[in-house]
């Protein structure tokens, strides 16, 4: 029995902030020369991105009695138990509102799911997210529950990959997938240009889709073949490490070389005939990322637009980014029965995780 997509929900924090103001907040930091100042404008303006979603209202300039990042115009270097405890606090209300939209949208009733699979890179606690969805959600206490946790951009894919398998282990099986990327908690006021681009395009987000074995009744993606590639370099280029003020991010120019190096064979590895691909669902790490794969792969402009527009009213969402995409895919009229869908991410390896979709529309 094929395991599919049935739904999709996601989820955004209240504050929204343009691209243009954290881009001159970022550039007023203390000890930025006039070198630092033009690569952090270089980088926010070419980065695609109009406004990103974050939890922490005082990078909007707003009033909020929660993590202190902000003294005037003065960015703040928290603990990284700070902004732990800031992920605690504000992820578990996340994790829910998508996967409240995504079970509404399944025609499931909360106590039919039987196995729940979460996903972040950005805090850690336990009782975790997986424990908190259960209870905050009123889900049956026998509900198995997985995290997968610190896989980065790519973890949709294998969350998918493991609701699939569960499904085709047990067809009765309902399995909520549930995403959520605080990446805001740990942006750094380094000058050195691998956080500079880091905080250029990194936002928060959640997404959450409910798999279960395909029902004509019920329209979706079913999820046909997974497969993953680790390229032969790159495990200096994306990395992700605990510091001791917040995650530190590695991303060197190198990563949207090595992916529009090694991109199509690896394409034409794991999805086979690409040239019958209907829709791709790209992640966008960064628009230099998306502007590798059109161009490696040999698409037209429109074939990543999907991609580019979540980037540019979101950023990169790390792992949520993806099932916005798909959700869109998933709602767009121009996306009939039988079109195939391509999805691809990219994480810290330099690891390739792709999916092969198909779109199913509901008969009535």
């Known amino acids: ?35 630092a100042q033009r690569l952090v404008g270089a980088a926010f303006d070419a980065a695609a991105i109009d406004t990103r979603h974050v939890v922490l209202p005082q990078l909007a ?47 499931y009733d909360t106590e039919a799911v039987t196995h729940v699979v979460t996903v972040s890179c950005t805090g850690m606690f336990a009782p975790g997210p997986d424990y908190h969805l259960v209870r905050d ?19 949709a894919i294998p969350a998918l990959r493991l609701a699939a398998r569960i499904v085709g282990d047990d067809p009765a099986a309902i399995v909520l997938v549930a995403c959520t990327e605080l990446c805001s908690l740990h942006w750094q006021t380094s000058s050195h240009p691998d956080q500079i681009v880091a905080a250029s395009v990194f936002a928060d987000g959640a997404g959450a889709a409910i798999v279960a074995s395909g029902d004509p009744s019920r329209g979706g993606l079913d999820l046909d073949g997974f497969a993953t590639h680790v390229t032969d370099e790159g495990e200096k280029d994306m990395a992700w490490t605990v510091g001791d003020s917040g995650f530190e991010m590695t991303l060197t120019p190198e990563v949207p070389r090595i992916i529009g190096r090694e991109i199509s064979a690896i394409a034409a590895d794991v999805l086979g005939d690409t040239a019958s691909v209907d ?29 580019r527009e979540v980037l540019r009213a979101h950023g990169n969402m790390s792992s949520a980014t993806l099932l916005f995409i798909l959700r869109d895919l998933l709602a767009d009229a121009a996306r009939v029965e039988g079109d195939r869908v391509a999805a691809l991410a990219f994480g810290p390896g330099l690891t390739v995780e792709a999916a092969d979709l198909t779109v199913r529309r509901a008969t009535t």
């Open 1 to 35: 029995m094929t395991a599919r997509i049935v739904s999709i929900g996601t989820a955004l924090p209240e504050t929204r902030v343009t691209q243009s103001a954290l881009r001159d907040l970022f550039a007023a930091q203390p000890g930025f020369d006039r070198k």
């Open 61 to 107: 300039g707003a009033a909020d009695d929660g993590l202190a990042v902000r003294d005037g115009d003065t960015l703040l270097m928290p603990s990284t138990g700070a902004r732990n405890d800031e992920y605690r606090r504000t992820a578990p209300g996340l994790f829910a509102a998508a996967s409240r939209a995504a079970i509404e949208g399944s025609g």
């Open 137 to 155: 959600l009123g889900l049956m206490p026998s509900v198995e529950r997985y995290h997968l946790g610190f896989i980065g951009c790519a973890a």
């Open 279 to 307: 829709a791709w669902a790209v992640h966008p790490g960064g628009r230099s990322i998306l502007d590798r794969v059109e161009s490696a792969l040999g698409l037209d402009a429109a074939a990543l637009a999907p991609s």
